[in-house]
């Protein structure tokens, strides 16, 4: 069974940053697509980014714009945890964020393609 637990989330004034982690369980990094989403308030869940962890355990990322330049993502699959550090946070980053993982290649944002949700943790971003 795939469980993803996030943590970090919390509230920081714009400009600052935050750390989120996803620890997972019940699922490999090897070769698998994982990635990030957010829902604000009212919005549609969007994917932030995500990442491909290649057999040698080297990774790809890959990013949404909006977020491209300030958010990374990494990953310690010895630890099976996920990370998505957020820097230059803006009020509008404002949402619930929620780790996922995929079992379609090649990785995309979709949502559609993801399977397994964490339950999310909420960040806020004031001005």
């Known amino acids: 069974q795939v469980q993803l637990v996030e943590s970090g989330g919390g509230s920081v004034q714009a400009g600052g940053s935050l750390r989120l982690s996803c620890a997972v369980s019940g699922h490999t990094f090897i070769r698998h697509c994982m990635g990030w989403f957010r829902q604000a308030p009212g919005k549609e869940r969007e994917g932030v980014g995500g990442?491909?962890?290649?057999?040698?355990?080297?990774?790809?990322?890959f990013y949404a714009t909006s977020v491209k330049g300030r958010f990374t993502i990494s990953q310690d699959s010895a630890k099976s945890t996920l990370y998505l550090q957020m820097n230059s946070l803006r009020p509008e980053d404002t949402a619930v964020y929620y780790c996922?993982?995929?079992?379609?290649?090649?990785?995309?944002?979709?949502?559609?393609?993801?399977?397994?949700w964490g339950q999310g943790t909420q960040v806020t971003v004031s001005s």
């Open positions: 996922a993982t995929s079992a379609s290649f090649p990785c995309t944002l979709s949502r559609a393609d993801y399977t397994n």
């Open positions: 990442i491909y962890t290649f057999t040698d355990s080297t990774f790809s990322t």
